[in-house]
């Protein structure tokens, strides 16, 4: 954690998080106004000390929205890493410990999934299952989870060739055993800061899907805030500021969040760029499976 | 190298049927199916019935993929059950939109992102470089489709430089529908190049950080000259990968950003589609794009080890 603070990034990341946390918290127990109430004489206020953000058309507070919004983004952000490392753990380990063939299937079906854009893939389960939040989380979950799944097979196999792991196996500890108590500890870092990553692409990724209005009415989002802005964008331009500024504020907060754990983890790292995440590129889209696992192959080949 | 691209080509070819699987599986899943959409929420069993036999919704779920992937390659991607048009003749329209869009922004964003990338690179701890990299970082983090709502309200309705919607006649039109590309392809393009910067600037300062570059300028080149000669052609490697991701990841965001633009595209049929559950075209569609990305991917993986000739010793 004192690690984190000592960059930039981390401390940034840290604190732009730490304010979604807190309005997401808020928003369960109050919000400035009621954000089910429409109130015709107050609509479009400008900015005010009754009203930061101002008004919108029905004469909602936009800061009440925003608030409001930072549950869904929130939730959101953390189910979809949640079901990332699910499918990534179990698919990567899996991949990388069991035998040859069953390994070169499981690869194989992996980068399958992840020549599908993650967007795409969300907009199929929305197709195919109703439009929840839980959906979105899903096709998030799942779309980053088999890119993550790719980076776990690489730092497994790599653990894998260590000592400590014949060791392990010499005193009789199991296949699951092993994984459980020796391989998954020593790369949960790398799994964290990509989980990080992930976070931020579910923020941006809620936000275009209740943009493009395939998520449910009665949730509150600032993706379909912004939607609804839209109709008006012509005349008042204003009101749609804060709402992009909220989904800024979760997207930056969780990359710079990532950013710094990583330089947390492995201060080697630190005198060279932050190489961009492996999963931050691939999850947008399909990734060269000869790369994913290896994102320092020139680091690697100099030795 | 003929080897590999022969087994290259089997491993898309594996993928693409995987992918229509995957596509039809999913789309089958759905809890009320085509022939209740289509009928309506009145049927009675017995109208659902017929249309389900109809449709040959009824019969085993191999036999309906086999039919779908034949037409398929044959050119048919289906016809619309719910408002009979044809979703080849649409999609080809609906191409003329989205596919410039694509190719602009795609042309536009590696133009400004490698020079920028590489110039955040070589000086990363003066002042612009930086600025450069925090520069891509909010890029990176702002949503495409408000930057895309920011630009219509200063250049379409501030200054009323663009057209705000693409015109009725298509190209037609040359000169308006231009005009009505030109904010989608660079609100795209923005987002995409901040991306694809920060992996240039990466690339970069990994490549100066070689001891083939500390050789290079003990001979006595410079620094740039170093770089240039030495370096360019080392860090384009992952750039060209990444290049690849971004067209792909391209593809998917311009279906947000037509609906940001009202443009009549690819992705707009798409989202409208999945709103009617007009689930033959949707599996069409989406099959195609997948069916692209991996093309793409195929593509850059061939390029790769053109540049690369470890990589073709290896093999």
């Given at each position: 954690?004192?690690?984190?603070?000592?960059?930039?990034?981390?401390?940034?990341?840290?604190?732009?998080?730490?304010?979604?946390?807190?309005?997401?918290?808020?928003?369960?127990?109050?919000?400035?106004?009621?954000?089910?109430?429409?109130?015709?004489?107050?609509?479009?206020?400008?900015?005010?000390?009754?009203?930061?953000?101002?008004?919108?058309?029905?004469?909602?507070?936009?800061?009440?929205?925003?608030?409001?919004?930072?549950?869904?983004?929130?939730?959101?952000?953390?189910?979809?890493?949640?079901?990332?490392?699910?499918i990534g753990l179990a698919l990567g380990t899996a991949s990388a410990v069991a035998p040859r063939w069953l390994g070169e299937v499981l690869i194989n079906v992996i980068d399958v999934l992840i020549a599908l854009p993650v967007l795409i893939l969300a907009l199929i389960l929305v197709a195919a299952l109703e439009g929840s939040v839980w959906t979105v989380a899903l096709a998030i979950g799942l779309g980053s989870g088999v890119v993550l799944a790719r980076v776990v097979r690489g730092e497994a196999s790599r653990v894998l060739t260590q000592d400590y792991i014949l060791t392990a196996r010499a005193c009789g500890s199991s296949t699951w055993r092993t994984v459980w108590r020796h391989v998954v500890p020593n790369i949960s870092s790398t799994v964290i800061v990509q989980l990080s990553l992930i976070a931020a692409l579910a923020v941006l990724a809620e936000a275009a899907l209740s943009f493009l209005g395939l998520t449910p009415l009665s949730t509150p989002s600032w993706g379909r805030m912004l939607e609804n802005l839209q109709q008006t964008v012509t005349v008042h331009p204003g009101a749609l500021v804060f709402p992009g500024l909220a989904v800024l504020t979760a997207t930056l907060g969780f990359n710079l969040l990532g950013d710094g754990l990583r330089d947390a983890v492995d201060p080697r790292l630190r005198t060279r760029s932050a190489a961009p995440s492996p999963v931050f590129s691939a999850v947008l889209a399909p990734a060269d499976p000869a790369r994913t696992d290896r994102p320092t192959t020139g680091r690697a080949r100099q030795r | 190298m003929t080897i590999y691209v022969a087994r290259r080509l089997g491993q898309l070819v594996l993928a693409v049927v995987v992918t229509s699987v995957f596509v039809f599986v999913l789309l089958r899943l759905l809890p009320g199916d085509l022939a209740s959409v289509i009928a309506g929420t009145e049927a009675t069993p017995e109208q659902l019935a017929a249309i389900r036999t109809e449709l040959g919704l009824d019969r085993p779920l191999v036999e309906q993929y086999g039919e779908w992937i034949g037409g398929m390659l044959h050119g048919n991607f289906g016809e619309s059950p719910v408002?009979?048009?044809?979703?080849?003749?649409?999609?080809?329209?609906?191409?003329?939109?989205?596919?410039?869009?694509?190719?602009?922004?795609?042309?536009?964003?590696?133009?400004?992102?490698?020079?920028?990338?590489?110039?955040?690179?070589?000086?990363?701890?003066?002042?612009?470089?930086?600025?450069?990299?925090?520069?891509?970082?909010?890029?990176?983090?702002?949503?495409?489709?408000?930057?895309?709502?920011?630009?219509?309200?200063?250049?379409?309705?501030?200054?009323?430089?663009?057209?705000?919607a693409f015109p009725r006649g298509g190209w037609d039109e040359p000169g308006r529908a231009v005009s009505a590309l030109v904010l989608p392809t660079i609100?795209?393009?923005?987002?995409?190049?901040?991306?694809?910067?920060?992996?240039?600037?990466?690339?970069?300062?990994?490549?100066?950080?070689?001891?083939?570059?500390?050789?290079?300028?003990?001979?006595?080149?410079?620094?740039?000259?170093?770089?240039?000669?030495?370096?360019?052609?080392?860090?384009?490697?992952?750039?060209?990968?990444?290049?690849?991701?971004?067209?792909?990841?391209l593809i998917a965001g311009v279906v947000v950003i037509e609906r940001v633009f009202t443009l009549p595209g690819v992705g707009q049929m798409l989202v409208s589609d999945i709103r009617t559950r007009d689930l033959e075209k949707v599996q069409g569609t989406?099959?195609?794009?997948?069916?692209?990305?991996?093309?793409?991917?195929?593509?850059?993986?061939?390029?790769?080890?053109?540049i690369d000739p470890r990589l073709r010793v290896v093999a």
């Open positions: 954690m004192k690690a984190l603070w000592r960059t930039w990034p981390g401390r940034i990341g840290t604190v732009l998080v730490g304010v979604i946390t807190v309005s997401a918290l808020l928003s369960l127990v109050w919000t400035p106004y009621d954000t089910g109430k429409i109130i015709p004489a107050d609509k479009w206020l400008p900015i005010s000390w009754r009203h930061p953000f101002g008004t919108d058309g029905a004469g909602r507070d936009l800061l009440s929205l925003v608030i409001d919004g930072s549950r869904t983004t929130l939730f959101v952000a953390i189910a979809s890493a949640a079901i990332a490392a699910v | 408002n009979g048009t044809t979703v080849t003749g649409e999609l080809g329209q609906k191409l003329t939109v989205s596919l410039p869009v694509v190719l602009g922004s795609t042309v536009l964003s590696v133009l400004v992102a490698v020079p920028l990338g590489i110039v955040a690179g070589s000086r990363h701890r003066k002042p612009d470089g930086v600025a450069l990299s925090a520069f891509s970082q909010l890029g990176i983090a702002l949503p495409s489709f408000w930057v895309g709502l920011m630009l219509i309200v200063v250049f379409v309705v501030h200054w009323q430089v663009f057209e705000n609100t795209l393009a923005l987002s995409q190049g901040a991306v694809l910067m920060r992996f240039v600037r990466s690339a970069t300062l990994d490549v100066l950080h070689q001891e083939y570059i500390r050789t290079a300028r003990a001979k006595g080149l410079t620094r740039t000259q170093a770089l240039w000669r030495h370096g360019i052609r080392n860090a384009s490697l992952p750039v060209v990968s990444i290049l690849g991701v971004q067209i792909a990841s989406v099959l195609l794009v997948a069916v692209l990305v991996l093309v793409i991917g195929f593509a850059v993986d061939i390029v790769h080890r053109l």
